[in-house]
């Protein structure tokens, strides 16, 4: 089952913020995110594995709430390295590394 | 981490043919995963190359049109059998990182063009 996103696209100005949700109507083991620019490889940002944990590296964070069956990822004043296309992936128990992605969010960050 | 190396990086194919793509590892792993991705589209895995058995196909992949080889534990590759242009997509090789739970690596990927 594809977990969904919202939104699916997101125009911001530099220095904005940003939220980007991901829900699924199956329970969640984990969720990973990922970023990928145009022609390039997707490329892991984080891992939330259990409900309510949240993470963050720079002003990219994230929260995952387990009974909610979503997670959110928060980009804060956001730079214009930031654009490119966000999924969420959920892994399912048991089968290890084998992850479904959403659909995507593109986000373009503008000077 | 780790590094992926794919062959071919793109290529122009005519319906009926068959391609095969390479994905090489700098590392040992134990599962290899083949990912497609439509234009404009999300990831969708095709299939989980083991070493040492057969690959595991997820709904809607078969290995008459998908079949997979990994002959040791930092190769793989996946071949797009009978092409038709439904089948234009960018291949892409992953691999996790340490452990059953962990980032994925992806290769750069190989965009097919079937005309």
């Known amino acids: 089952q594809q977990p969904v996103q919202s939104p699916q696209a997101v125009i911001l100005r530099e220095g904005e913020d940003a939220v980007i949700n991901c829900s699924s109507s199956?329970?969640?083991?984990?969720v990973h995110w990922y970023r990928q620019k145009h022609g390039e490889a997707p490329v892991f940002l984080m891992i939330?594995?259990?409900?309510?944990e949240q993470k963050g590296h720079d002003k990219i964070s994230a929260s995952f709430n387990e009974k909610k069956q979503q997670s959110s990822l928060y980009l804060t004043a956001s730079q214009l390295s930031y654009s490119g296309t966000y999924f969420c992936?959920?892994?399912?128990?048991?089968?290890?590394?084998?992850?479904?992605f959403g659909q995507g969010t593109e986000l373009s960050v503008k000077p | 981490s780790a590094v992926i190396s794919q062959k071919p990086s793109r290529d122009i194919c005519q319906r009926g043919t068959s391609l095969t793509i390479q994905c090489q590892v700098d590392?040992?792993?134990?599962?290899m995963f083949w990912y497609r991705q439509q234009p404009g589209q999300s990831l969708t895995l095709i299939a989980t190359?083991?070493?040492?058995?057969?690959?595991?196909?997820e709904s809607g992949f078969v290995i008459d049109k998908f079949p997979i080889s990994r002959p040791n534990l930092t190769f793989s590759t996946l071949t797009v059998s009978n092409m038709s242009p439904e089948d234009s997509s960018i291949y892409l090789c992953?691999?996790?990182?340490?452990?059953?739970?962990?980032?994925?690596?992806f290769g750069e990927g190989s965009r097919l063009t079937v005309l």
């Open positions: 939330l594995l259990k409900g309510g």
């Open positions: 590392s040992q792993v134990t599962m």
């Open positions: 992936g959920t892994e399912r128990p048991n089968q290890g590394g084998k992850l479904i």
């Open positions: 190359a083991n070493q040492g058995s057969e690959a595991t196909y």
């Open positions: 992953s691999v996790p990182t340490s452990g059953a739970t962990g980032e994925l690596f």
């Open positions: 199956k329970a969640l083991y984990s």
